[in-house]
Nanobody, 129 residues
């Protein structure tokens, strides 16, 4: 069983929206912090958004005011609402989770990728002009 499963990717035009969803099947420990990362071939995987156990959220500057991350722990679900998409947002998007209780309050940074124990297989987002 895959620990995390993403869905909702697709091909859209510049200015349109997509909603990505991630569902986890981790029951050994509660998921404290979720994150969304993206990767383009030839580039490093980069943090897009993350949300902590209190609902505090952090975003990369490139997506701030356009993307919103939310969680529903009763449904083991993480969502990334992406509005006003741009061609530069084109990437494979990955969901990640950790049982470590990182905080995203007061401008705390998105934890680095190597701090997340669980990863999904990714969902492709393509934005055309």
């Amino acid at each position: 069983q895959v620990p995390l499963v993403e869905s909702g990717g697709g091909s859209v035009r510049s200015g349109e929206s997509l909603k990505l969803t991630c569902v986890h099947s981790i029951d050994e420990y509660p998921v404290r912090c979720w994150g969304w990362f993206r990767q383009v071939p030839g580039r490093e995987r980069e943090g897009v958004a993350a949300i902590d156990s209190d609902g505090g959220a952090g975003y990369d500057d490139s997506v701030k005011d356009r993307f919103t991350i939310t969680r529903d722990d009763a449904k083991n679900t993480l969502v990334l609402q992406m509005n006003d998409l741009k061609p530069e947002d084109t990437a494979m998007y990955y969901c990640a989770a950790t049982v470590t209780d990182y905080s995203l309050r007061f401008g705390m940074p998105i934890p680095p990728a190597d701090q997340f124990e669980y990863w999904g297989q990714g969902t492709q987002v393509t934005v055309s002009s």
